[in-house]
């Protein structure tokens, strides 16, 4: 009889375990594995940055190109709090602002490494965006964005900048923001 007994008990317990494994690998019944659609958001916006006022060099380069327009040597340290505004017009209304600083990282002067806080302050956004990478001083650039506050939490994308108008005191970049919002981020927020 006691056989018996431990057949039942070892029948019931491999059929509880059983029951679980297969409807945990039906896809349909767990709800985490649904597919949802991302929250994007695209938009441009235009860096303003004026020479030794918003943008100063705070170390000078030691080799490769001179100073200029589009280049600077090898080592330059330049800080950045430009604003962003809504077109390349310089009276257009001030929407942020790109703090940050670069890093000629090239002998011929012409790339940078750049870190950004690209600060915002939209009809229906308001926070960070913070991206890292490299910059080519005369075509466009794609960074990634590596975090983000406010509105952005959880924010994941990519930017592109490239050169508007390089000449004069102004020098002028349009900021390209492509953002997704993973699904666990509505969740959230």
Do not use: C
């Amino acid at each position: 009889m006691d056989l018996s007994l431990q057949n039942y008990v070892f029948a019931a317990i491999l059929v509880l375990t059983i029951i679980p494994f297969k409807a945990s690998s039906n896809s349909n019944s767990l709800p985490h594995h649904q597919h949802h659609e991302l929250k994007s958001l695209h938009f441009t916006l235009f860096d303003h940055e004026i020479l030794n006022k918003t943008a100063f060099r705070i170390v000078s380069g030691v080799a490769g190109a001179g100073y200029s327009a589009t280049t600077t040597p090898f080592g330059t340290l330049f800080v950045v709090n430009d604003p962003f505004k809504l077109s390349a017009d310089p009276s257009s209304k001030v929407v942020g602002s790109n703090e940050g600083f670069s890093l000629t990282s090239s002998l011929d002067g012409l790339e940078n490494i750049a870190v950004g806080k690209l600060s915002l302050n939209l009809k229906k956004y308001k926070g960070a965006v913070y991206f890292v990478g490299s910059v080519h001083n005369t075509k466009s650039s794609e960074h990634p964005i590596v975090g983000g506050t406010g509105d952005f939490l959880f924010v994941q994308g990519y930017i592109t900048t490239s050169p508007v108008n390089l000449t004069g005191l102004i020098l002028i970049y349009k900021f390209e923001f492509h953002l997704y919002w993973p699904p666990y981020a509505a969740q959230i927020s």
